[in-house]
């Protein structure tokens, strides 16, 4: 039957969130939108596991005031655990995902190390045309997490607020990061976002080692040019600076967005443009000879002022299943570095896979690589090559056998000592109630 014209015209003109969603937008740090589900029950977990691990780095006080820095393997126990999952209401949604885990190693050097990694998400709406979102991810962690996959408890891409909470040392790091914005629905195609962000990341126990924090703002535009399709422009600018020392970077970032949805899994989604970047950091200098003679010193401190444009850009490509979702991404962005190199331009490939949907097992796999360049405190490249592997089968409605491997290659051209190769691997049984196999985090 053929609808009144009157009709369609209504329709049409009804508030988006009330008709097909459309393709997640990456830019607005968007997780798949047909992993959106109305509800996942809460779900803890505790496992305990045997595991050895290679790398232990450390950086080490010596008893002559010197700093050292440690690589030693070890074997030991580690009991995990967390909980995650969703709840809906009738305009608002909460997601978490928290983990952690406690490592003991017989090695006395590297006793013991805890860590957390938590995720939530908070939607609401407020009326038919804005919706307040919150995402959070905050870690405490003494190890460096594998690359982060899209979770099926919160409602955006970690990737998308994600500062990596430890990089080659085992010294205990703070990681908070928090975005809040509002989503204002003008039509059924129009729409604007305006969002600020917070960023803070405090490592410990580390002579060399510089904390960060950061905050900025986001504002875009987004036009559904049908269904499937969205197209946008994004405004971006974030601050950020470093303890300790005379460091501090300025971003502003213009770049154009466009999603496609293929069918009802598989989407495309990403932005691309340009960032300017101005950076202040202090740099040591040598005197001339005149003046060096004249005070004793033969160098001196300047503040080096540098600023330059780079190309940037984030693309994500997913299939998303009924419990579980693949992914591949690209970036290549701007980051305020690792602790030891500060502000760097940073080009990263991952993929990711995770599924939960056989009878009696579950099975995840990541890969990623990165090439990272300073641009402030010392110039040089860095960068790693990391994969990971995990399953678990459930043997009982309680238990579940474990295993998980992790790999990661420390590459510089420019520093000899930053190559190196680590690896984990763990063997437990979890418990956790369900009647589908546990996903390993």
């Known amino acids: ?62 008893s002559q005031g010197t700093t050292t820095l440690g690589n030693a393997s070890s074997g030991g126990i580690q009991v995990s655990f967390g909980v995650s999952g969703t709840h809906s209401w009738k305009h608002t949604k909460l997601g978490l995902d928290y983990g952690g885990s406690l490592s003991r190693y017989t090695n006395n050097t590297y ?6 990694s938590f995720l939530l998400s908070l939607s609401h709406q407020f009326t038919p045309h804005v919706t307040f979102s919150l995402r959070n991810s905050a870690s405490i962690a003494s190890q460096p997490f594998a ?25 205990r790091t703070i990681s908070l990061n928090s975005q809040a914005g ?24 580390g002579v060399g080692l510089f904390s960060a924090t950061g905050a900025g703002a986001n504002a875009d535009m987004q036009y559904r040019l049908t269904s499937h399709s969205t197209v946008g422009v994004v405004y971006s600018y974030m601050h950020f600076e470093y303890h300790g020392t005379f460091n501090a970077t300025d971003v502003q970032n213009v770049s154009g967005s466009y999603a496609f949805r293929f069918s009802r899994g598989l989407e495309f989604t990403g932005f691309g ?19 060096a003679a004249l005070i004793g010193l033969t160098n001196g401190v300047v503040i080096n002022y540098s600023a330059g444009y780079h190309p940037t850009f ?7 299943f009924q419990r579980g979702v693949a992914s591949l991404s690209s970036s290549y962005v701007v980051t305020p570095g690792n602790g030891l190199f500060l502000t760097s331009t940073a080009l990263n490939a991952s993929a990711g896979y995770n599924f939960t949907g056989l009878k009696l097992w579950s099975l995840g796999l990541a890969a990623s690589y990165t090439q990272a360049n300073s641009l402030s405190n010392v110039t040089g490249s860095y960068g790693d090559i990391a994969g990971g592997f995990s399953a678990s089968r459930q043997i009982s409605h309680l238990l579940h056998l474990t295993c998980s491997v992790n790999a990661m290659q420390y590459r510089s051209a420019s520093f000899v000592g930053y190559n190196r190769l680590t690896y984990s691997a763990n063997l437990g049984v979890a418990v956790s109630p369900g009647n589908i196999p546990l996903r390993v985090w």
């Open 182 to 205: 509002l989503t204002f629905q003008k039509s059924a195609r129009l729409s604007f976002n305006l969002s600020g962000l917070g960023s803070l990341t405090e490592r410990q126990g």
């Open 111 to 116: 006793g013991g190390y805890l860590n957390q």
């Open 147 to 171: 690359s982060p996959v899209l979770p099926q408890a919160v409602t955006f891409d970690p990737t998308a607020v994600y500062n990596p909470p430890t990089d080659f040392y085992n010294n």
């Open 273 to 291: 443009g340009f960032s300017q970047v101005e950076a202040k950091f202090l740099q040591t200098v040598p005197l001339d000879p005149a003046l």
């Open 1 to 62: 039957m053929r609808l009144p014209w009157p009709l369609v015209m209504a329709v049409s003109a009804m508030p988006a969130f009330a008709q097909y969603a459309g393709p997640a937008i990456l830019s607005r740090g968007d997780a798949p939108a047909a992993m959106a589900s109305p509800q996942v029950d809460f779900r803890p977990f505790a496992d305990i596991s045997g595991t050895y691990t290679t790398g232990l780095s450390g950086l080490v006080a010596g």
């Open 314 to 320: 984030n693309v994500r490509l997913s299939r998303s």
